[in-house]
C-alpha cells in the first residue's frame, strides 16, 4: 500500500527529466546518505541528477561519495524538480536555497516534527526515526532498483540518526529496513568502521578539551560546555569534528539534557540539545530561538552575546526540566 502523497511524489519525478537532490547545511549522515541514496536510485531510473549541498561531505562519510556526486551549489540552473532531504525549513539549506528558484515542482522529503513545509509536495513524516528510511519507502514504492552503493548510503543514514539503533525513535520497522539493506548488499562492516571507528586525532583532542570544560547545573540534571574557535585553532579540529561530541555529556547517569554552545560568530552561537527523558522536549525549547529537530534532538542559531546566549538557554531548559520526574 501506497500512501498518497508517495504516490503523487512518484507521479512528480515521473513527469521530470532534470531533478536536482539538496539537502541541509553541515550534512548529518542521514542527510547525506538520504540525498546519495536518492541520487543513486534516480540516476539509475534514468533522470539526469545533481546532488547539491552548501557544505563538503564530511570527510568520514567520504566513502559514500567516490564519485563525488555532492557539490556546491552553481548559479543559473533550472530543473523540473527539486527534491530536498532531511531539510526541516529552507533556511536549513543555507546557499542552496538562492539557486534552486527556477524549477516547475519542488518536493520535500523529512521526518522533522519542525519541518516548515515548504514544498509543492511535503512528506514529511516525524514517527521514522531517519530520512533514510523514507527514501527506502520510495524506491521500493518506484520499484527503482536498490544496488549496494544505494544501500551502503540508506544504512549509513538510518545508523546515524538512530545512534546506532538506540535512540528511542527506534521502530521494529526500522530493523526490517535496515534489515533489508544488508539483504541488499550494504557493507555493515564498512559503514560502521568508517562512521564509529575511525576519528581524526583533531577530534580527540577536541574531546580532551570537552572533558576538560563540560559543566553542571540544574542538580546535575543539564550538561553544557563551549566549543569556541580557539579550541578549533589550538586542536586543529574541523567543525565537522564536534559531530557526537554532545553524546559524551549526554551519556552522564544523572543527566537529562547536554547542550553544546558553538561560536559561529562574536555574537552568534549554534547550540545544540538532547534530551533523554520523554517528559523534556528540546525541540520546543529550540523552537523558542527559532531553531527546532525532534524532540530529543534539537538545535538552533542564537543571536546575541555569548553569555546572555547561554542565560537564556539554560533558562529554557530549566522550564523544560519542570516536566520531568524522576522515579
Ligand atoms: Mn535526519
Redesign the pocket.
Known amino acids: 500500500m501506497k500512501p498518497r502523497i508517495v504516490q503523487r511524489i512518484l507521479e512528480g519525478i515521473r513527469d521530470s527529466k532534470s531533478v536536482c537532490v539538496v539537502g541541509h547545511v553541515r550534512p548529518?549522515g542521514?542527510?547525506i546518505g538520504?540525498q546519495l541514496g536518492l541520487t543513486l536510485a534516480l540516476e539509475a531510473a534514468g533522470k539526469e541528477v545533481v546532488c547539491w549541498n552548501q557544505d563538503p561531505v564530511p570527510d568520514k562519510l567520504r566513502f559514500l561519495d567516490p564519485r563525488r556526486l555532492v557539490r556546491a551549489p552553481e548559479p543559473g540552473c533550472e530543473f523540473d524538480c527539486v527534491i530536498a532531504t532531511?531539510c526541516a525549513s529552507l533556511e536549513r539549506m543555507g546557499t542552496v536555497a538562492e539557486h534552486i528558484g527556477r524549477r516547475k515542482l519542488f518536493i520535500n522529503i523529512?521526518?522533522?516534527a519542525s519541518n516548515t513545509r515548504y514544498g509543492d509536495l511535503d512528506w514529511v513524516s516525524p514517527r521514522q526515526a531517519?530520512?533514510?528510511e523514507l527514501i527506502y519507502q520510495l524506491i521500493k514504492a518506484a520499484k527503482w532498483p536498490l544496488n549496494r552503493r544505494i544501500a551502503d548510503c540508506l544504512f549509513t543514514?538510518v545508523s546515524t540518526?538512530t545512534g546506532s539503533f538506540q535512540y528511542a525513535s527506534t521502530q521494529p520497522s526500522t530493523f526490517q529496513i535496515a534489515s533489508h539493506l544488508v539483504e541488499q548488499g550494504a557493507d555493515l562492516a564498512r559503514v560502521c568502521h568508517e562512521v564509529y571507528q575511525s576519528y581524526p586525532l583533531s577530534r580527540m583532542r577536541l574531546l580532551k578539551c570537552v572533558y576538560n570544560k563540560f559543566r553542571l547545573t540544574h542538580s546535575n540534571r543539564t550538561a553544557y560546555f563551549w566549543l569556541k574557535k580557539g579550541d578549533y585553532l589550538r586542536t586543529g579540529a574541523k567543525p565537522a569534528d564536534s559531530e557526537g561530541l554532545i553524546d559524551h555529556i549526554r551519556a552522564i547517569d544523572e543527566v537529562v539534557v547536554a547542550c553544546v554552545f558553538e561560536e559561529m560568530e562574536p555574537e552568534l552561537t549554534r547550540v545544540s540539545l538532547r534530551s533523554k527523558s520523554d517528559e523534556v522536549d528540546v525541540n520546543a525549547v529550540a523552537g523558542l530561538f527559532g531553531g527546532g529537530g525532534h524532540r530529543a534532538a534539537a538545535g538552533a542559531r542564537v543571536p546575541g552575546r555569548p553569555l546572555a546566549v547561554q542565560r537564556r538557554v539554560l533558562a529554557a531548559v530549566r522550564e523544560a526540566l519542570k516536566n520531568f520526574r524522576s522515579e
Open positions: 548529518d542521514d542527510c538520504s532531511d523529512d521526518h522533522h531517519s530520512t533514510g543514514a540518526d
